[in-house]
């Protein structure tokens, strides 16, 4: 059985969607009285949690982030409650095409181009990256294996499917040759995604990860991270 919406080809029978936030209830319950209990799924975000992610867009500004705000994303079960449209990083590195992630997986892949990606290409290529080449950032869909949604319907989650560089050809991600200074740079980036990323998987992980790094930020118990 499949339902027929687009970018949606899959049967979900649990979640139900949450409904959009709901600006016409602003009334004050009496002083003595407090208001009835709210499903989760009716609670429109805490205060706590508008000021997070206010805190966050002011902080992508600071990392010389170049992107534009996005309106809450809500699809089925898939969303993004504090999306941004993010073109390029600090250091002139483009991000090809423009894609759409919650603001916090944005301030995390900023960090691993700055820290992690950047210094690598100068040790082990001698160029400078000069665009990143993304192929899903958001989707709504399942994971490619299991039952559950994928870190892409959440905006957490990217496949990077290589760079471009100042002064050298671009660099696909792929089963590099042993020994090359290509796969000690491919090697090198995955590897230290792991202190940002809690999931990390490229070629060598499984027959759908040949040609992509995936990246996502996936919240699991004791901060248990996938690394392949
Ligand atoms: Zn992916």
Redesign the pocket.
């Known amino acids: 059985m499949t339902i027929g919406l687009p970018g949606y080809g899959f049967a979900q029978p649990s979640t139900p969607p949450l409904p959009p936030p709901r600006p016409d209830r602003v009334e004050q319950p009496a002083q003595d009285q407090k208001p009835p209990p709210a499903a989760e799924a009716d609670k429109p975000r805490s205060p706590e949690q508008i000021e997070a992610d206010l805190a966050c867009i002011e902080n992508l500004g600071k990392l010389g982030i170049r992107f534009e705000k996005r309106p809450p994303v809500q699809d089925n079960a898939c969303k993004i409650d504090n999306p941004v449209s993010v073109s390029g990083f600090a250091n002139g590195v483009e991000v090809s095409p423009a894609s759409l992630m919650e603001c916090r997986y944005a301030e995390g892949l900023s960090r691993w181009i700055g820290d992690v990606v950047v210094p690598r290409a100068n040790e082990h290529l001698q160029s400078a990256p000069k665009k990143l080449l993304i192929g ?1 950032s958001y989707q709504c869909r399942d994971q490619r294996s299991g039952t559950k949604l ?1 870190e ?1 319907a959440f905006g957490n ?1 990217v ?1 990077v499917m290589g760079f471009e560089f100042d002064k050298r050809p671009p660099l696909t991600i792929k089963f590099q040759a042993e020994g090359s200074p290509e796969a000690a740079f491919q090697s090198a980036i995955q590897k230290d995604a792991c202190t940002i990323f809690s999931t990390v998987l490229g070629p060598g992980a499984d027959a759908d990860h040949g040609d ?1 790094l ?1 990246l ?1 930020m996936r919240a699991r118990k004791g901060d248990y991270r996938i690394c392949q």
């Open positions: 899903t994928s892409h989650g496949d992509h995936h996502d």
